[in-house]
Nanobody, 123 residues
């Protein structure tokens, strides 16, 4: 089994920055695509960003392009989400995911999920 643990969430003011990290352990490897999703109260879980196994391709939701950056360190089995220029609408529980699928923007492409970390952006 693959275990994913997110960290780095917290409370920040609008315009601030936050860096989320996701550490993978167990039966995992660098061939996994990694993604970030988020879910706000009363809303469906939505795609945020993803990165392929090599780190050469990244994908972003339109709402976060230019503000968020996803990266991975395969040697450490970690993925990061650097979030800049945060907005109140970014407030949500952020989930890290790993999988072997190719449709990176869809939650169904991921087999393993973390427990989530709360990000709250105040105005």
């Amino acid at each position: 089994q693959v275990q994913l643990v997110e960290s780095g969430g917290g409370l920040v003011q609008a315009g601030g920055s936050l860096r989320l990290s996701c550490a993978a352990s167990g039966r995992t490897g660098s061939t996994y695509a990694m993604g970030w999703f988020r879910q706000a109260p009363g809303k469906e879980r939505e795609f945020v960003a993803a990165i392929n196994w090599s780190g050469g391709s990244t994908y972003y939701a339109d709402s976060v392009k230019g503000r968020f950056t996803i990266s991975r360190d395969n040697a450490k089995n970690t993925v990061h989400l650097q979030m800049n220029s945060l907005k109140p609408e970014d407030t949500a529980v952020y989930y890290c995911a790993a999988g072997l699928g190719r449709s990176y923007v869809y939650a169904g492409s991921y087999d393993h999920w973390g427990q989530g970390t709360q990000v709250t952006v105040s105005s």
